[in-house]
């Protein structure tokens, strides 16, 4: 079965420091995205970041990055210089493969909160 | 952004009633999916669809029907609603045109309460 395992149910972080957030997965796939979604307290969901599997390089969007390790089916997200406009639900997703099944995978999501 | 909306954006109905709530998009999307949220069970996929009348169940179909008669619309329908189908529902679209690139946009979400 595919799956994604956040194991972290909250966190927090001080302002200004740096904090990873841990997403696990299960695939059988060789090319595939991952992906990181924020949802503020407004409940839109936002698309932090995104990694292609076959890539090697770990993707980076400003002060969000991963670090993603393909063996260990582990994709990771870290925010730096964490701010308070980061405190929100972050989830990790991937995307089911298969025909017409084109759907996206989701964790159960982690609960950040940012203390200044 | 995305243009997609959903309505309505909060409802209260009755239990045993019939409700209706829309999605509708202006990207061209071919996929199009419903989703719950309710604390400590993240997102659960309800139905989605791959096309003019082409629907698909998710996780937590029962109690739940959809309908895609145009590209730009996505109705999800409670044939009879219950107390436990009090969540948020999101609405959301993909292209998932190239490879596996199959990031989500969303819409603002429906609260709907039944009492």
């Known amino acids: 079965a595919q799956t994604v395992t956040q194991s972290q149910p909250e966190m927090s972080v001080q302002e200004a420091e740096t904090v990873t957030l841990s997403c696990t997965y299960d695939?059988?796939?060789?090319?595939?995205?991952l992906f990181w979604y924020k949802q503020p307290p407004s409940r839109q969901m936002i698309l932090v970041i995104r990694?292609?599997?076959?890539k090697q390089q770990n993707a980076t969007e400003n002060r969000f990055s991963v670090n993603f390790q393909k063996a260990a089916k582990s994709f990771s997200l870290k925010i730096s210089d964490s701010q308070l406009g980061d405190a929100a639900m972050y989830f990790c997703?991937?995307?089911?493969?298969?025909?017409?099944?084109?759907?996206?995978?989701w964790g159960l999501g982690t609960s950040l909160a940012v203390n200044p | 952004d995305a243009g997609i909306t959903q309505s309505p954006r909060h409802k209260v109905t009755e239990t045993g009633t019939p409700v209706t709530l829309r999605c509708h998009q202006t990207?061209?999307?071919?996929?199009m999916y419903w989703y719950r949220q309710d604390p400590g069970h993240g997102l659960r996929l309800i139905h989605y669809?791959?096309?003019?009348?082409?629907?698909d169940k998710g996780e937590v179909s029962d109690g739940y029907s959809v309908s895609r008669s145009k590209t730009e619309d996505f109705l999800l329908t409670l044939e009879s609603a219950t107390s436990s189908q009090t969540s948020v529902y999101f609405c959301?679209?993909?292209?998932?045109?190239?490879?596996?690139?199959?990031?989500?946009?969303f819409g603002q979400g429906t609260r709907l309460t039944v009492v």
């Open positions: 990207e061209n999307h071919r996929y």
């Open positions: 695939t059988s796939e060789s090319d595939y995205y």
């Open positions: 990694q292609e599997a076959y």
């Open positions: 669809s791959y096309g003019v009348k082409d629907t």
């Open positions: 959301a679209i993909s292209d998932a045109g190239t490879g596996m690139n199959t990031e989500a946009f």
């Open positions: 997703a991937y995307p089911s493969q298969g025909g017409n099944n084109r759907k996206l995978i």
